[in-house]
T-cell receptor, first 114, second 114 residues
Framework: DADVTQTPRNRITKTGKRIMLECSQT?????MYWYRQDPGLGLRLIYY???????NKGEISDGYSVSRQAQAKFSLSLESAIPNQTALYFC?????????????FGPGTRLTVL | AQSVTQPDIHITVSEGASLELRCNYS??????LFWYVQSPGQGLQLLLK??????LVQGIKGFEAEFKRSQSSFNLRKPSVHWSDAAEYFC????????????FGSGTRLQVQP
């Protein structure tokens, strides 16, 4: 079984709809991240969480919110989806004891907003 | 703010030829450096990483990278490319302190000709 899982893997929705993307991990890591990938832009950080009570905005957090329900779960919400949020979304985890903060990625969720 | 530049958007090489993918970073101190690979329709896989010590690091799949402080570079190399290496490659950095989130370059897409 995969260590970092994301659901759904693909989602098509309409403008204005509320969408939640979920991430679960079995690695026992305390740190979790949400990134979005757009062609030609690489991956950009949306939100990150160092533990259940520590949630921080990344460089492109506008239009998104997150919830860290447990150490193993980190959800990303789009309260009112818009077309320019069409992207590939990745969840990642890392271990605070790892000096280099190597991150482990989920398989991604492809979101299309019509 | 730290940044990562991958100047080559797209590279095509012949199978068996050598490969070098360029990466330059902008950061006041030596960051932690990573190369990730993303195969079509897949998530990100770590190829190699540099934290300190020997500036030539070996990774998986026969890849290596050399850290050059004077040039703020961390170029990825492979002596003989295989058709299965066709993918998108991302260089990333993380600060040694603070939020420890990755900053990605925009990626280099590698095409391998038979």
């Amino acid at each position: 079984d995969a260590d970092v899982t994301q659901t759904p893997r693909n989602r098509i929705t309409k403008t204005g709809k509320r969408i939640m993307l979920e991430c679960s991990q079995t690695k026992g890591h305390d740190r979790m991240y949400w990134y979005r990938q757009d062609p030609g832009l690489g991956l950009r950080l949306i939100y990150y969480s160092f533990d259940v009570k520590d949630i921080n905005k990344g460089e492109i957090s506008d239009g998104y919110s997150v919830s860290r329900q447990a150490q193993a779960k980190f959800s990303l919400s789009l309260e009112s989806a818009i077309p320019n949020q069409t992207a590939l979304y990745f969840c990642a985890t890392s271990d605070w004891t790892d000096e280099g903060n190597e991150q482990f990625f989920g398989p991604g969720t492809r979101l299309t907003v019509l | 703010a730290q940044s990562v530049t991958q100047p080559d958007i797209h590279i095509t090489v012949s199978e068996g030829a050598s490969l070098e993918l360029r990466c330059n970073y902008s950061y006041g101190a030596t960051p932690y450096l990573f190369w990730y690979v993303q195969s079509p329709g897949q998530g990100l896989q770590l190829l190699l990483k540099y934290f300190s010590g020997d500036t030539l690091v070996q990774g998986i799949k026969g890849f290596e990278a050399e850290f050059k402080r004077s040039q703020s570079s961390f170029n990825l190399r492979k002596p003989s490319v295989h058709w299965s290496d066709a993918a998108e490659y991302f260089c990333a950095v993380v600060k040694a302190t603070g939020r420890r989130a990755l900053t990605f370059g925009s990626g280099t897409r590698l095409q391998v000709q038979p």
